[in-house]
């Protein structure tokens, strides 16, 4: 089992900034992929084991994934925030098997991100 507990989450103006983190614990080094979703399971971006990172479009030069694995820790810094960019965010941590019918996911409760006009 793996657990994760994001945070980091607020209301921010347009333009502005918001750093989220998400702590893992539990089963940790079974994790192939980190990554961040938005509203209802729409991808913002993930990073591998590798530190292979892939963005959404529309979030590409805006937002910044990465990991700290020291930590246990997974980021997502979000810079020239948008309103459209607000939703509940949350972490993803997922198990990948060749056959991908078995695959896993983790997900943590998710932190909301409110961008003002």
């Known amino acids: 089992q793996v657990q994760l507990v994001e945070s980091g989450g607020g209301l921010v103006q347009a333009g502005g900034s918001l750093r989220l983190s998400c702590v893992l614990s539990g089963s940790i080094s079974s994790i192939n992929i980190l990554g961040w979703y938005r509203k209802q399971r729409e991808l913002v971006a993930t990073i591998t084991d590798g530190?292979?990172?892939n963005y959404a479009e529309s979030v590409k030069g805006r937002f910044t994934i990465s990991r700290d694995n020291a930590k246990n820790t997974v980021y997502l810094q979000m810079n020239s925030l948008k309103p459209e960019d607000t939703g509940v965010y949350s972490c993803n941590g997922k198990i990948l098997y060749s056959d991908s019918r078995f695959n896993v996911d983790y997900w943590g409760q998710g932190t909301q991100v409110t961008v003002s006009s």
């Open positions: 530190g292979s990172t």
